[in-house]
């Protein structure tokens, strides 16, 4: 099975604008989390989705938001981009509804100039 | 609140010594525990996870209830396990859906 895929890999964008991000999971996977990356605060937790409902969210301001489609792929947004937000941006896939093993995708490198 | 601590950022090692990685955390409850390591330019993989027992490219880890915690282990490291290990968390229950905690990682380096 091809493995999770994230595009783009790598995006520049400046203070204030939006960005979208995109995640298509494993075949079969129907929930998605989504991570970000930064030296300092290393993983941390975004969100999940599992069959289109968002049902855990981290702490993380109400400018990141997200979605999950109907084929499980899913799309994280920020708004109002700050210099912050740049980050590597990960996203899981896994089976199941409860526990189960994530498999990550290579992640999107988000700058903001 | 959950919580994963791996208290060294660095450990170097020569080829063939045997390797500990160190992770303790806090959890209220019956956690499920990773390890995912990223080797270099690589993404993020499962190495292990502790409800499957399973000894992968020859590391095991076991998790002691007693004492928090899910140590790495290798009797006999390579120099192609050099790569940043985290070890991860999950909980039970609606504030850890789909949510892994991970700690901050350490850095392996294996020595020829």
């Known amino acids: 099975k091809a493995g999770v895929t994230q595009t783009p890999r790598y995006l520049i964008k400046t203070r204030g604008q939006q960005v979208t991000l995109s995640c298509s999971p494993i075949s079969g996977h129907r929930s998605v989390s989504w991570y970000q990356q930064t030296p300092g605060q290393g993983l941390q937790f975004l969100f999940e989705y599992f069959s289109e409902t968002q049902r855990n969210k981290g702490n993380f301001p109400g400018r990141f938001s997200g979605r999950q489609f109907s084929n499980s792929r899913s799309e994280m947004n920020v708004s109002t981009l700050e210099l912050g937000d740049s980050a590597l941006y990960l996203c899981?896939?896994?089976?199941?509804?409860?526990?189960?093993?994530?498999?990550f995708g290579p992640g999107t490198r988000l700058t903001v100039l | 609140a959950q919580r994963v601590t791996q208290p060294e950022k660095l450990l170097s090692v020569f080829k063939g010594a045997p390797v500990e990685l160190k992770c303790n955390y806090s959890?209220?409850?019956?956690?499920?525990l990773f390890w995912y390591v990223q080797y270099s330019r690589q993404r993020l993989q499962l190495l292990l996870r502790h409800i499957s027992r399973e000894s992968i490219k020859g590391f095991t880890a076991d998790l002691n209830k007693g004492e928090t915690s899910f140590h790495l282990k290798k009797p006999f490291a390579q120099e192609e396990d050099s790569a940043m290990y985290y070890c991860?968390?999950?909980?039970?229950?609606?504030?850890?859906?789909?949510?892994?905690?991970f700690g901050q990682g350490t850095i392996l380096t294996v020595h020829p």
């Open positions: 991860a968390l999950s909980g039970h229950g609606g504030t850890s859906y789909g949510k892994l905690t």
């Open positions: 899981a896939s896994r089976w199941g509804q409860f526990t189960d093993t994530q498999y």
């Open positions: 959890y209220s409850g019956s956690p499920e």
